[in-house]
């Protein structure tokens, strides 16, 4: 099949190369979104897809809208037979869906009906999910609610931070992809509509609702430091500022000490929960670099009861 493939960050790559590389179909064209400013110069970069779909020799689109005229006559003119979608990261007009014979085909990384949305890899670390995994998806005009061409499960590491379980989830739905791809092209593949039952929603998750409440039980504070690692990043106040978690685990046998408090070892730093107290491995200051827990609070020369999480200044 003629393919034009939407995605944009360094997660659909593995699915793009997968694709490239199949012998039975054509990328003829990527759909991504414009360059971005990133790093301290804030220059414009083009996203991991359009890089990777460059280097290979294939046209790239970077339409400010799906829904610009431009954008929709090139696609009309290129003629796909269907549109495979990784993380591309815009809502898809009912002028677009029509385009591609096949339509436009959603790598989604989750086992739908559960976890629709922009996070739902996140979503499934915080609610300590012990399953989840990829599907394939007909997209329609509701949110994630098209019939499933096929699954694949991943299970859930205790250590696994959202990025851990992405990266998987990423090189395995890649083999999916392709293979749905392959089912669609010779029509062994007919998509079946989601239950009705068990949906659950998985919204962004903003850099608010990242920040950690101390007493919450130690499990909650572990699950959304892991979901929030690599973005948009666990924290929570130390004399005012913010401070980054990196990496922290729970330890059921410190009992203490209270929710927030800071418990200081010679080479352990431990925080108080609404439970058992979590040691924190790597953190980040505002303004610095990550660095080990203990280092830290041997700079800071931290005192006697003092907390995280309040806006006082110790």
């Known amino acids: 099949m003629k393919l034009v493939f939407a995605g944009t960050p360094e997660v659909a790559v593995p699915a793009l190369d997968a694709l490239i590389a199949s012998e039975r179909h054509a990328v003829v064209a990527v759909v991504t979104r414009p360059d971005a400013p990133a790093g301290r110069g804030r220059r414009l970069v083009a996203s991991p897809v359009a890089q990777r779909a460059e280097e290979a020799g294939i046209e790239v689109l970077k339409p400010a809208k799906p829904r610009d005229e431009d954008f929709l006559a090139r696609l009309r003119e290129i003629g796909p037979d269907c549109c495979p979608v990784v993380a591309y990261g815009a809502l898809l007009p009912k002028t677009a869906l029509g385009v591609p014979v096949h339509g436009w085909v959603n790598l989604h990384f989750s086992l739908l009906p559960a976890w629709r949305g922009a996070a739902p890899v996140q979503h499934a670390v915080m609610a300590g999910d012990e399953m989840t995994g990829a599907a394939t998806f007909q997209i329609e005009e509701g949110l994630?609610?098209?019939?499933?061409?096929?699954?694949?499960?991943?299970?859930?590491?205790?250590?696994?931070?959202?990025?851990?379980?992405?990266?998987?989830?990423?090189?395995?739905?890649?083999?999916?992809?392709?293979?749905?791809?392959?089912?669609?092209?010779?029509?062994?593949?007919?998509?079946?509509?989601?239950?009705?039952?068990?949906?659950?929603?998985?919204?962004?998750?903003?850099?608010?609702?990242?920040?950690?409440?101390?007493?919450?039980?130690?499990?909650?504070?572990?699950?959304v430091v892991r979901a929030c690692t690599p973005a948009p990043g666990a924290w929570t106040l130390f004399r005012g500022e913010r401070l980054k978690l990196v990496q922290a685990t729970p330890t059921p046998d410190v009992t203490g000490p209270a929710p927030g408090e800071l418990s200081v070892g010679k080479n352990t730093v431990h925080v108080g929960t609404g439970s058992h107290?979590?040691?924190?491995?790597?953190?980040?200051?505002?303004?610095?670099?990550?660095?080990?827990?203990?280092?830290?609070?041997?700079?800071?020369?931290?005192?006697?009861?003092?907390?995280?999480g309040t806006a006082d200044v110790g």
Request: no cysteine.
């Open 144 to 223: 994630d609610s098209g019939p499933v061409y096929g699954v694949i499960t991943e299970h859930v590491r205790p250590t696994d931070t959202s990025g851990d379980l992405l990266t998987r989830l990423a090189f395995a739905g890649a083999g999916l992809l392709s293979a749905t791809m392959d089912g669609i092209e010779d029509g062994s593949l007919v998509p079946v509509a989601q239950p009705a039952d068990g949906i659950s929603l998985a919204p962004k998750i903003t850099v608010e609702g990242a920040r950690v409440e101390w007493a919450d039980p130690a499990l909650r504070v572990d699950r």
């Open 277 to 308: 107290a979590v040691e924190l491995l790597w953190v980040q200051p505002q303004g610095k670099k990550p660095m080990r827990a203990a280092d830290w609070a041997r700079g800071v020369r931290i005192a006697p009861g003092e907390r995280l």
